[in-house]
């Protein structure tokens, strides 16, 4: 490290021999099992990723570029370390693996052995092997694939000059899908004709359903990954990637506005308008870029720090995976799910003299569970949305908080966008299960969808348990109303006359089910049991702790303090009194922390982010060339490390940013 411990001093680790990938078995190779040695003679980028997590998905389709341009000499393998008990289920992962698009070996690693011989500490972490089987880079986060490009240059010019290289085809095997109408359907609408549009992820489109849920009427997207609109050449060449949420617009607005769907298309960053009439695609908001958070370009035409109070011209602004989509009649515009960055934003498509604006309602970017008025609210992969119903709905929202196993309700202040947010059912990032009962106890596993019932309730897709759940504010208690579904990701309320059933996309059965409400709607009491997040402790001792953050920009890059400090760390814990002394912001990725004795354990949360840019080339004169503008690159990680005060404890923390 630097004297002020931000930068480490060399952008090369000490020789250290990469452990072995130990795990279950392994996807995408066929049925072979595979050994370090079978990788010699190639640069090897070793993914730890786990399937709930959008930093992990964020850094895929960082990876998928830099496969294609260097199949020839680098592998990637996927370490799964999961975080859910539902993500250790050999078929979750292997659904996950196909729905995800990963096109490289994959370790199933449940047990964390893998996990734990890397010393990996976060979601994702990015380990580079060099071609004769030494680590020479570890980091933790998303933002890193120039970095990782840069270094696999390097690696393989000077392993080709040694004779150490080894150009070939890898060992990626991939499966053979099974032909169906939807595949990995996200969520789903109720057109006023009575068919069901799906947003059909796994496709990469949108399909149109007759009222029986199966009957494929029209699909409205060519199926590619991309992001194209229509230009005229009809429903087929529009492109989406991973479609998501689906808002019909309000009746009114359509005219104006000349769409009646609002989609969030989630991995391309984006809000698209379709027009029912003829399956036109247009893309209404983002720009098909990814938010950073701390990043000085994700608003064009106006660098620098973003300004979360300020609304935005939708077009020029960038969005990080936005996951659902609502209209709310008391805000007067639709509310987004931005799971990317854990926040709730705001898409009017009439402001702006109708070029529409995007705005923050709610969320401060960090990821945990804190209530309150919106502009201090934690969420963590805000996921599904649905309006209030009932007599004392007022204009709220109820939203499925993915990572915190939340039930959330957000409420309109009735002033501007103001909102407070209240949560009704979970209890934080570490802590999930299936419980029933009063909901201070009850417990749920990575919710991804929510739909009101008539009488005030809420339904809830109960993902990774695969159960429909209800919540009633009144008694302010959870049951369970069906179990046995594969990964429910939402749900749509029929009413035909008394009968009520509820339409399930049931996403890892690449179908739509109906489920008949019970009569008594309450449903059953189940429990069963609580779980935590099953990661090994650090021990540490009392007292004083020295928090080390290192990262070292990539060959061809260096810090970049154009507009301010380069770099950010930002302190926490869970309990706030675990923390003496070190909490809060600051801009050194070192700190020293003053651990309490008095309490046996908890967590640190840790968020540092680092901002690099390219070398310029010096011109004729000797001095930066002036025509030449340096691309920027900005690092990201949020860590939460469960940590137990124990005499004789590490007094060092080291958690690599990149290093």
């Known amino acids: 490290m630097s004297q002020n411990g931000r930068v480490a001093s060399s952008s090369r680790l000490p020789r250290v021999r990469a452990s072995e990938l130990v795990g279950r078995g392994w996807l995408n190779t066929g049925g072979k099992t595979l050994s370090l040695a079978d990788l010699r003679g190639r640069v090897l980028v070793i993914d730890f990723w786990t399937f709930c997590c959008i930093n992990c998905l964020h850094v895929l389709d960082e990876l998928r570029e830099l496969e294609d341009r260097h199949r020839d000499e680098l592998v990637i393998v996927g370490v799964h370390s999961p975080k859910f008990a539902h993500e250790a289920d050999p078929d979750a992962l292997a659904a996950a693996v196909e729905r995800y698009e990963v096109h490289h070996p ?78 990995f359907p996200a969520k789903a609408v109720t057109l006023p004709g009575g068919n069901v549009l799906v947003a059909d992820a796994g496709h990469h489109s949108l399909a149109e359903l007759a009222p029986d849920g199966e009957t494929l009427v029209r699909r409205i997207g060519s199926g590619e990954r991309g992001l194209v609109d229509t230009r005229g050449a009809g429903p087929d060449e529009p492109r989406f990637s991973e479609p998501n949420g689906l808002c019909l617009v309000p009746d009114e607005l359509r005219p104006a506005l000349g769409y009646d769907v609002l989609v969030a298309d989630t991995v391309n960053h984006a809000l698209r308008g379709v027009r029912l009439d003829d399956g ?21 035409g106006a660098p620098h ?75 963590a992969q805000p996921s599904g949305l649905a309006p209030a119903t009932g007599p004392d709905a007022g204009d709220a929202i109820w939203l499925a908080d993915a990572e915190t196993s939340a039930l959330r309700r957000v409420v309109p202040d009735g002033t501007g966008l103001a909102v407070t947010v209240h949560t009704a059912v979970g209890q934080g990032l570490f802590d999930f299960g299936h419980r029933d009962g009063p ?85 059953e009491v189940l429990d069963g049991g609580a779980r935590r997040v099953a990661r090994p402790a650090t021990e540490v001792s009392p007292g004083e702790l020295r928090l080390d953050v290192p990262f070292v920009p990539a060959p061809g890059q260096k810090l970049d303090d154009r507009w301010g400090p380069s770099t950010e760390l930002r302190v926490s814990a869970t309990p706030p009194e675990l923390l003496l002394d070190g909490a809060g912001d600051g801009v050194d990725l070192a700190r020293d922390l003053v651990l309490n004795p008095d309490v046996a354990e908890g967590v640190l949360h840790v968020t540092a982010k ?18 030449v503008f340096p691309a920027c690159h900005l690092a990201q990680q949020d860590w939460g490390v469960p940590v137990r005060i124990t005499p004789g404890g590490d007094a060092t923390l080291v958690l690599p940013l990149r290093g």
Not at 130 to 141: H, R, S
Not at 611 to 627: F, I, N, Q, R, T
């Open 439 to 523: 909901a201070a106890e009850a417990l749920l596993q990575h919710p991804l969808g929510v739909a009101a019932l008539a009488d005030g309730s809420v339904v809830v897709a109960d993902t990774y348990n695969g159960a429909l759940r209800r919540y009633d504010p009144v008694s302010d208690v959870v049951t369970t109303l069906a179990t046995g579904l594969a990964e429910p990701s939402d749900v749509l309320v029929e009413v035909t006359g008394d009968a009520v059933h509820l339409l399930v996309v049931e996403s890892a059965a690449h179908r739509l089910t109906r489920v008949a409400l019970p009569a008594d709607v309450a449903g």
């Open 106 to 183: 994959v370790l199933d690693d449940p047990e964390l052995v893998t996990w734990g011989a890397y010393t990996a500490r976060a979601w994702p972490t990015l380990v580079v092997v060099d071609p004769e089987g030494y680590v020479v880079a570890q980091m933790a986060g998303e933002g890193h694939a120039s970095a990782i490009e840069a270094i696999v240059d390097e690696l393989v010019a000077e392993h080709d000059a040694k004779g150490t290289l080894h150009r070939g085809d890898g060992p990626y095997v991939p499966p053979t899908p099974a032909p169906s109408t939807l595949r």
């Open 610 to 627: 680092a901002a690099s840019c390219d070398v310029v080339p010096l011109g004729p004169d000797g001095e930066p060339d002036p025509d």
């Open 280 to 300: 036109a695609v247009t893309t209404v908001a983002g720009t098909g870029e990814q938010f950073m958070v701390g990043g000085q370009e994700n608003v064009v």
């Open 305 to 379: 720090t973003f300004d979360a109070s300020a609304a935005h011209r939708a077009r020029s602004v960038r969005l990080s995976s936005p996951w659902d989509v609502t209209w709310s009649p008391r805000l007067g515009v639709f509310v987004v799910a931005m799971t990317g960055n854990h926040t709730l934003w705001a898409f009017d498509p009439l402001a702006d003299d109708g070029q529409g604006t995007m705005a923050v309602v709610a969320g401060t970017m960090n990821e945990g569970l804190e209530d309150g008025p919106g502009a201090g609210a934690w969420f």
